[in-house]
């Protein structure tokens, strides 16, 4: 019977819990990841989408406020 790499360095009681450890953890860090991404990928869209939604259009008066509470 061919060992894993983890279960080699296990004792002999302990060889069947290692793979299923690392199948865990790994399918914990590509929930994250996926996770991680589609919220990022959803907030880029969010931010998009309020760009093209307002129809602002910025006055002098708009920007020279602006810079006032920059400067302040």
């Known amino acids: 019977v061919k060992k894993g790499l983890l279960s080699s360095f296990s004792h002999d009681t302990h060889q069947s819990y290692s793979p299923i450890t690392v199948n865990w953890f790994n399918v914990i860090g590509q929930w994250a990841f996926t996770t991680t991404i589609d919220f990022s990928l959803v907030q880029l869209i ?17 920007i020279f406020r602006m810079r006032e509470n920059i400067n302040q």
């Open 46 to 62: 969010k931010s998009v989408e309020e760009l093209f939604a307002s129809n602002h259009v910025s006055s002098e008066a708009d």
